[in-house]
């Protein structure tokens, strides 16, 4: 409950900020509140469930069924065999994620080898496990692509997730999520080229040249065409001006801390990075861009292109207040910040706290702006909430068993917004809470109240009815974020591009939370197994 006091606390100080930070656009996120131009997928106006979406999710439910069938025919003719550990794990294939949490399970680094000719009585079943999965995955992908047809990027991509998860080599689904093949490994292109250069992947050190491996791990370093001591390098790069420079895919890191916490960050951001793009894949493409790469045309990934997302993580929060104290004057009070004037993601390493919630909720802010070079205004005048509600939501991005997930009921900014609504009964309504702009929003007395709603809010544009509004949500962020002036001020509200009202809106989301709520008390009440 501590924590949950944390986030409920009232930031007097903040609003003084906030108002500061007005003039500059700042996207921040500070320590005490309550806690790109492309369009997306448009020009189709949805319905509450348009009747076309409907047919789909009948299609994908018929699919599911005859899968479930065949795979309990495979599992029954186990349990036949007293082959139960087997079936158990047959019948587990067809559990589907839960609506609750988004979820993406780690993929198999390789290639999955071939099934031997002759199998011994008791593994025959893994010759039909095979071709089921395969030929259900066939099915989903060519699924996906009447579903991007239709303007639904995100439910398009939750089925290319599926393909993965049940024909891991599925070409095209590994490359729409960011991968490719080479030799026998499924590795992001740019790995690709780093390894057809001679470089390998080091936890500790980053990319390096496969022959320098044995001297990093002894203790040196290779510093201006030379070999030198690791305390030696330390010693250099003490000075940020000049910082290790960690380069991955899509970031840029530099740092005073050490080369290691470099890659650190850098590789938590990798990781984030690629389940906000699959998340978010309708933001950063049009329809016809979609199209084309779900029809096998390169993306702009696989292609090289694009400048990396840049980031500076300084050693000690003390230097951080320093360097930045000319840009904001109440540096002092913030965690981590994004700066829109500069491009660049700002951090400092707090050895007493995680602040891992920061990085990600910053680098949602980035990596939403930075989706064009043009520099621009974002929610002004109204709709301010969802910039702040969605970089709240992206907090909960974890990696725990091998499963990548955003979304946990439990995270401490939704607990938050429960307890707002349940126990506070604070609550805005819809079209009032949309009607704030940026100045409104970060200036309001109930700005940490405001902010447990937006990441309510969120939560639920996100979740709600297995996903129905987030297509609508991510097409709404598209607008505020467009290049286009007139776009930008046209921007339309979620109730014009889903067909529901704001109070039905009111209504789903009290209901949501509610149901929220009794769900997650069931569940701890429930006995250990």
Same mark, same amino acid.
């Given at each position: 409950?501590i924590g ?6 009232r930031?007097r100080?903040?609003?003084l900020l ?6 500059v656009g700042l996207l921040?996120?500070v320590?005490l509140?309550?806690?790109?131009g492309r369009t ?5 106006r ?6 076309r ?10 699919l599911y ?11 029954r ?6 082959l139960t ?5 047959i019948?587990?294939?067809?559990v589907?994620?839960g609506t609750?949490l988004?979820t ?7 290639v999955?080898?071939p ?6 009585e ?7 496990l095979?071709?089921?999965?395969q030929?259900y ?5 060519l699924l996906?692509?009447?579903?991007l047809?239709?303007g ?8 290319v997730r599926?393909v993965a998860?049940q ?5 095209? %689904?590994?490359?729409?999520l960011?991968?490719?093949r080479?030799?026998?490994a ?22 390096l040249p496969?022959?320098?491996i044995?001297?990093y791990e002894n203790?040196?370093?290779?510093e ?8 030696k ?10 910082a ?10 530099k740092?005073?801390?050490?080369l290691?916490?470099g890659?650190?960050?850098a ?9 906000f793009?699959?998340?978010? %894949? ?10 084309r ?7 702009r ?6 400048r990396?997302y840049r980031v500076n993580y ?6 951080y207040?320093?360097r930045?104290q000319?840009?904001?004057s109440?540096?002092a ?17 707090d050895?007493k706290?995680?602040?891992?919630a ?6 949602t802010?980035q990596?939403?702006y930075e989706s064009?070079?043009r520099n ?8 301010f909430w969802?910039v ?6 992206m907090?909960s991005?974890q990696?725990?068993?091998g499963?990548?997930?955003?979304g ?6 939704f607990r ?6 349940l ?10 809470f949309?009607?704030?702009g940026l ?13 447990s709603q937006?990441s309510?809010?969120a939560?639920?544009?996100m979740?709600?009815d297995?996903?129905?509004?987030r ?16 776009e930008?001020?046209?921007?339309r509200?979620l ?6 009202t704001?109070a039905e809106?009111?209504q789903q989301?009290?209901?949501y939370?509610a149901?929220?709520q009794?769900?997650?008390k069931r569940?701890?009440?429930r006995?250990s197994?």
């Amino acid at each position: 409950m501590i924590g949950l006091k944390f986030y409920l606390r009232r930031p007097r100080r903040c609003r003084l900020l906030f108002r500061r930070l007005l003039s500059v656009g700042l996207l921040v996120c500070v320590v005490l509140p309550a806690s790109s131009g492309r369009t997306a997928v448009g020009g189709t106006r949805r319905r509450s469930v348009s009747g076309r979406l409907v047919g789909l999710q009948s299609q994908h439910r018929r699919l599911y069924k005859r899968f479930v069938a065949d795979l309990d025919k495979i599992a029954r003719s186990c349990e036949q065999k007293n082959l139960t550990a087997e079936a158990e794990r047959i019948r587990r294939l067809a559990v589907p994620a839960g609506t609750d949490l988004f979820t993406i399970e780690e993929l198999p680094k390789t290639v999955q080898p071939p099934i031997p000719v002759s199998l011994p009585e008791d593994e025959m079943w893994r010759r039909p496990l095979r071709y089921t999965r395969q030929r259900y995955a066939k099915d989903l992908y060519l699924l996906s692509r009447r579903v991007l047809h239709a303007g639904y990027p995100s439910y398009a991509y939750k089925l290319v997730r599926e393909v993965a998860r049940q024909d891991p080599d599925h070409k095209s %689904a590994r490359r729409l999520l960011g991968q490719v093949r080479l030799g026998n490994a499924w590795v992001t292109p740019f790995a690709a080229r780093m390894i057809r250069r001679n470089y390998v992947w080091h936890e500790r050190y980053g990319w390096l040249p496969k022959s320098y491996i044995s001297r990093y791990e002894n203790g040196e370093r290779f510093e201006n065409r030379r070999w030198i001591s690791a305390e030696k390098a330390r010693e250099i790069h003490r000075d940020f001006d000049n910082a290790w420079q960690i380069r991955t895919a899509h970031y840029l890191v530099k740092t005073n801390d050490s080369l290691e916490q470099g890659v650190k960050i850098a590789a938590a951001l990798e990781r984030f990075y690629g389940v906000f793009f699959q998340t978010f %894949a309708g933001f950063f493409h049009t329809r016809e861009q979609l199209q084309r790469l779900f029809e096998g045309r390169k993306s702009r990934s696989e292609t090289g292109g694009g400048r990396p997302y840049r980031v500076n993580y300084y050693r000690q929060r003390e230097e951080y207040n320093r360097r930045l104290q000319k840009k904001i004057s109440q540096i002092a009070i913030t965690n981590g910040l994004y700066y829109p004037r500069d491009r660049i993601a700002y951090f400092f390493h707090d050895p007493k706290g995680n602040n891992t919630a920061t990085l990600y909720h910053e680098a949602t802010h980035q990596l939403f702006y930075e989706s064009s070079s043009r520099n621009r205004p974002i929610a002004e005048r109204r709709n301010f909430w969802i910039v702040e509600g969605i970089a709240c939501y992206m907090e909960s991005f974890q990696i725990e068993n091998g499963k990548r997930s955003l979304g946990d009921p439990r995270y401490i900014r939704f607990r938050a917004a429960r307890y707002r609504y349940l126990v506070d009964h604070y609550y805005v309504p819809m079209k009032r809470f949309s009607a704030m702009g940026l100045h409104e929003f970060q200036t309001s007395e109930n700005i940490s109240k405001n902010y447990s709603q937006a990441s309510g809010l969120a939560h639920f544009l996100m979740h709600y009815d297995g996903g129905r509004y987030r297509d609508a949500l991510i097409e709404h962020l598209s607008e505020l974020y467009s290049t286009n002036p007139q776009e930008r001020a046209a921007a339309r509200s979620l109730s014009s591009l889903t067909g529901v009202t704001n109070a039905e809106f009111d209504q789903q989301y009290g209901r949501y939370l509610a149901d929220q709520q009794a769900s997650l008390k069931r569940h701890s009440n429930r006995p250990s197994p």
